[in-house]
C-alpha cells in the first residue's frame, strides 16, 4: 500500500490510498505562501513509495458552492524554472495561477511527474531525439518508454484530503478528465489553458492534438 504524508492544518498526517488517515504529532508542512498572484496557502504531500514530495497551492476556501477551479500542473524543469521555449509548461502554470487569481479561489496540484512522467534524464534524452527529427510521442517510444506515463490517481486522493470533490479543471488533456472520473473526482467543466505558443512549440502542441488527443483549436496554433 502507497503512504502520502500530508501537512495538515495542525498535523502531520499519514494517509493511505485507501483514504485512512491517521495523525501524526509533527509539524504540518502547511503554510502561508504569497505569490504576484496573492497569498496562497502550501501544503506538501510526501509519496513514500518514491520518496516525492507534491505540491497543493490552493487560494480561498475549498467548501465553495461551486465547482473548485483545478489545474494538475506536472513539474517540468526546463519550462517552469528555466523559461524554456519547447514546450508550454512555464506559461501554463503562470496563467492557471492567473486564473485562480481572478476566479477569486481555486487550486492548483504541482505533481513531480517530470517529462509526463519519464523523469528528467529521460526527457532530455527525448529532446535529444526531438533534435534530430522525431517528434514527442515518437522520442519516448524510440527509449521504450510510454507516450504518457502520469497516473492521476494521487491528484485525486490529494484533492478529496484538501476537500475537494468537484472541479472545473484547468487542461487541455482529456486524459485528465477521464483519470480524475475514474478516481471519483466529478469534472463539471473543463476549461481550455492554451497559452505560450510559439515558433519553438508549434509542433510539439500540434502533435499532442494529433497523436495524443490534446483539444486544442487550430487556430490558436497558427
Not at 506536472?74 to 508550454?88: M, P, V
Request: hydrophobic share 35%; with cysteine.
Amino acid at each position: 500500500m502507497e503512504t502520502i504524508f500530508i501537512g495538515g492544518v495542525s498535523d502531520f498526517m499519514n494517509f493511505k490510498l485507501n483514504g485512512t488517515l491517521s495523525e501524526k504529532s509533527e509539524i504540518p508542512a502547511d503554510a502561508k505562501l504569497p505569490l504576484k498572484q496573492g497569498e496562497f496557502r502550501i501544503r506538501v504531500f510526501h509519496e513514500e513509495e518514491t520518496g516525492f514530495d507534491h505540491v497543493a497551492l490552493t487560494l480561498g476556501d475549498m467548501d465553495g458552492p461551486d465547482p473548485t477551479l483545478v489545474r494538475l500542473h506536472s513539474e517540468c524543469l526546463t519550462g517552469d524554472a528555466f523559461g524554456s521555449l519547447r514546450c508550454d509548461c512555464g506559461p501554463q502554470l503562470e496563467n492557471a495561477l492567473d486564473t485562480i487569481r481572478s476566479n477569486g479561489w481555486g487550486c492548483l496540484l504541482y505533481l513531480r511527474q517530470e517529462g509526463r512522467g519519464i523523469g528528467l534524464h529521460s526527457k532530455i534524452q527525448a529532446y535529444n531525439l526531438q533534435d534530430k527529427g522525431f517528434d514527442t510521442l515518437e522520442a519516448n517510444l524510440e527509449l521504450g518508454l510510454p507516450a504518457d506515463a502520469r497516473d492521476y490517481e494521487l491528484a485525486a486522493e490529494i484533492l478529496r484530503a484538501i476537500g475537494v470533490e468537484e472541479v472545473c479543471l484547468l487542461t487541455n488533456n482529456p486524459n485528465k478528465v477521464n483519470q480524475l472520473k475514474k478516481y471519483n473526482i466529478n469534472v463539471v467543466e473543463r476549461m481550455p489553458l492554451v497559452v505560450g505558443v510559439g515558433e519553438y512549440n508549434r509542433k510539439y502542441l500540434q502533435t499532442k492534438v494529433v497523436k495524443m488527443g490534446h483539444e486544442i483549436d487550430e487556430d490558436k496554433l497558427n
